[in-house]
């Protein structure tokens, strides 16, 4: 699972990941306090990040051209910087308005991180590594994901969320110059494998990534955004985009359901969301692994189809506690298998000279569905009820199935 051709260089893109996910879920952990410090609603505290997002999804597909122009490398470090420089602002901030501009500091400097940090692993990888290259990656967030409640949030309970925020910023701040310090530049004129549609290398030459000419081209190749828009960008963006939707619905909202819908304690509740994560690192490192002996796009279609099953099942899982732990350790398993997999085949298609910018746009797809997807799942638990928006969120996993299929035609 962890033999891949860079390891250092892709531990060290694995770290800065996870730090990147660290600062994407710190203030929620310490929103009641700052509802009591600054006298503002959860509304208002909510809002915050939604500015975060909404700044960090915008900046991505920029981040990805900037990339292509000016090396990943140094982007990625940058972009930590600023992140964590919007963090510092936030602990020092006096009111409300300091802690928006805070807000879009930081989520300019975190979009910068995926477009960068996954085309470096395309670039870096083979066909036959990509998988478990991605799949290592993908641990990362969810390990960045799953540390900041407790860090942030233990270190405020004890100390102070000042200081909190402050040695996260520290943190990334210190991180940055060791990924700098360690991680070298890549050769431009370096060769790798030519990846067929299979996801294969071809056996007769070696030849940087490509996806070869192909007569479906919809514009001018020397448009801003380097990437060919051609049919198989389209498809990408739906499967990325149904990955993203489904992954914001269920991550947002499946502490709400157990507490309001099954009736369980937010302990209890908060217990079944860690052990989801934990199937999703566990699935994030074997679906990597697959991905690299399988066929990718049926391994992406089995996953979401899945998923589309057990989604629309929830419903039906009685109400007794060792069987929802279950249930959702399995969820995650099988909805976050898409997601190494998915970054898996758009590595497929990279080019050196426009890896950042189709990691941006996929990426934009992602953080489109991410925000689509608890606006989505909210409005149907409202008018229907909230067991019926599981049902909802298994249409969304079925057409990413949709768009998995349509890929093996590409």
Same mark, same amino acid.
């Given at each position: ?39 503002i609603s959860y509304g208002e505290a909510g809002a915050l990040l939604t500015v975060f997002f909404a700044t ?96 942030? !949030?233990? %270190? $405020?309970?004890? +100390? *102070?969320? &000042?200081?909190?925020?402050? /040695?996260?910023? @520290?943190?990334?701040? #210190? ?50 955004i380097s990437v060919p828009l051609e049919r198989w960008v389209a498809v990408l963006f739906l499967a990325n ?46 679906? !990597?692994? %697959? $991905?690299?002996? +399988? *066929?990718? &796009?049926?391994?992406?279609? /089995?996953?979401? @189809?899945?998923?589309? #099953? ?73 008018r229907f009820g909230m067991g019926a928006a599981f049902p909802f969120v298994a249409s969304v996993s079925a ?12």
């Amino acid at each position: 699972m962890f033999s891949v051709s860079n390891p250092r260089e892709v531990w060290l893109i694995t770290v800065a990941h996870a730090v990147n996910e660290f600062y994407s879920v710190a203030l929620p952990p310490i929103l009641p306090l700052l509802v009591n410090d600054f006298a503002i609603s959860y509304g208002e505290a909510g809002a915050l990040l939604t500015v975060f997002f909404a700044t960090y999804s915008i900046f991505q597909l920029p981040a990805g051209v900037l990339a292509d122009r000016i090396g990943q490398r140094w982007l990625l470090a940058a972009g930590m910087i600023v992140l964590a420089t919007g963090v510092l602002v936030a602990a020092g901030a006096q009111n409300y308005g300091t802690l928006v501009i805070a807000e879009i500091i930081a989520g300019v400097g975190g979009s910068t991180y995926h477009p960068a940090g996954m085309s470096l692993i395309s670039d870096l990888e083979s066909g036959d590594t990509e998988g478990k290259a991605m799949g290592i990656h993908g641990l990362g967030g969810v390990v960045g994901t799953a540390l900041a409640p407790a860090l942030v !949030g233990g %270190l $405020a309970a004890l +100390v *102070d969320w &000042r200081l909190a925020l402050t /040695v996260s910023a @520290a943190v990334g701040i #210190v991180y940055a110059l060791i990924f700098l310090t360690l991680f070298h530049d890549i050769d431009s004129t370096e060769s790798t494998p030519v990846i067929e549609s299979d996801g294969g290398t071809d056996p007769n030459g070696i030849s940087e990534k490509t996806t070869g000419d192909s007569p479906s081209r919809w514009s001018n190749p020397t448009a801003l955004i380097s990437v060919p828009l051609e049919r198989w960008v389209a498809v990408l963006f739906l499967a990325n985009l149904a990955i993203a939707t489904e992954l914001g619905a269920v991550r947002t909202f499946i502490t709400s359901y157990l507490v309001e819908h099954i009736g369980l304690t937010a302990t209890i509740a908060n217990g079944i969301f860690f052990i989801m994560l934990v199937g999703a690192g566990i699935s994030s490192l074997g679906a !990597g692994t %697959l $991905a690299d002996a +399988v *066929d990718r &796009r049926m391994l992406g279609f /089995v996953a979401m @189809a899945i998923s589309t #099953v057990i989604l629309g099942a929830t419903v039906l899982v009685p109400p007794i506690p060792i069987a929802l732990f279950i249930w959702f350790f399995l969820l995650g398993i099988v909805m976050w298998a898409a997601l190494p997999t998915m970054n898996a085949i758009t590595s497929e298609y990279s080019e050196r000279s426009f890896s950042g910018s189709l990691f941006g746009v996929m990426l934009t797809a992602g953080s489109l569905g991410g925000a689509v997807g608890p606006l989505l799942f909210g409005i149907v638990a409202e008018r229907f009820g909230m067991g019926a928006a599981f049902p909802f969120v298994a249409s969304v996993s079925a057409v990413g199935a949709i768009a998995f299929l349509a890929m093996r035609r590409m």
